[in-house]
């Protein structure tokens, strides 16, 4: 299978990042990304990453930077030589739809929307549309998407030896960390780490707790709408979230879940995964 990955390929951009580094774990040099997220690659600079958006964790630097065809690429598409047409971010990047549209069947060219917003791209119905943030749409081209831990950063072996992670979304004075090896091991060595929604309900921190081996302290997960995050262990939150109200000790519950979220982590919440949910969906769209 061939994909080109339409992007801006200019700035960090979580769902984007997330999607493409699945992709080509899967499918390798067949997922052409153009532009270049230079980022994602391990050639990029590290102190160029580290003054990106998120200080250039977690998804920056992740991929081999493998020879990759970039060339010839309005040819390509005049002559179909790609099976998908994915665009990364549809309202940063749209290059080329009016075109790919008038060669490509609609279930051929896919766009995604990262934002936080519910709003709704005007090439919606014209495609197929995976969106981060749903609240209550429905509609048969319209597919739920989500973050997702990069396969190759999943670490549950950092003993535990406190039970709250320092750094809170609630409190911006305890970002204190300035490069991932820090930032991860505060959640590696923590039994839980506080998240909440912010302007949306996806964030890749809840990722970045679960990738270490930390459960979820998500206040607020009951109000999650059911088709936005859609693959994330909603329940399993809310059972933790029930057992500390009950003021059930944090060990203790720990102990008990631990084993039963990282499972579920490494089966359902990392890149490769949801690559191949991403890919499942396409290919069973008519």
Not at 37 to 66: E, W
Not at 209 to 235: H, Q, V
Request: proline share 5%; charged share 25%.
């Amino acid at each position: 299978m061939k994909i080109l990955f339409l992007t801006k390929g200019d700035h960090v951009d979580y769902q984007n990042d997330c999607l493409l580094i699945g992709l080509r774990e899967m499918l390798g040099a067949d997922v052409v990304d153009y532009n270049k997220q230079l980022h994602n690659y391990d050639t990029y600079d590290p102190v160029a990453a580290s003054k990106l958006y998120g200080k250039g964790m977690t998804v920056t630097r992740v991929l081999p930077d493998i020879d990759i065809d970039r060339t010839d690429i309005t040819s390509k598409i005049k002559n179909k030589y790609y099976d998908y047409i994915v665009y990364g971010h549809i309202w940063r990047f749209s290059g080329y739809l009016k075109e790919i549209l008038s060669i490509y069947p609609k279930n051929k060219v896919v766009a995604i929307d990262g934002e936080d917003e519910v709003n709704i791209h005007p090439s919606y119905g014209s495609l197929l549309y995976f969106k981060r943030e749903i609240d209550g749409m429905r509609h048969s081209n319209l597919f739920p998407i989500a973050f997702a831990m990069p396969t190759s950063k999943l670490n549950f072996n950092t003993p535990k030896t406190q039970d709250i992670a320092y750094i809170t979304p609630l409190d911006r004075s305890t970002y204190i960390y300035n490069n991932e090896k820090d930032y991860y091991a505060d959640y590696g060595r923590s039994r839980f780490g506080l998240t909440v929604k912010k302007a949306g309900w996806d964030c890749m921190r809840h990722y970045e707790i679960l990738g270490n081996g930390c459960i979820p302290y998500f206040p607020d997960i009951e109000r999650c709408p059911a088709n936005t995050m859609a693959w994330f262990p909603k329940r399993l939150c809310a059972s933790v979230l029930d057992l500390i109200r009950d003021k059930v000790p944090l060990e203790k519950i720990y102990d008990e879940y631990s084993e039963v979220f990282r499972n579920y982590t490494a089966n359902q919440l990392t890149t490769i995964k949801l690559a191949e949910k991403f890919l499942d969906s396409i290919n069973s769209a008519k």
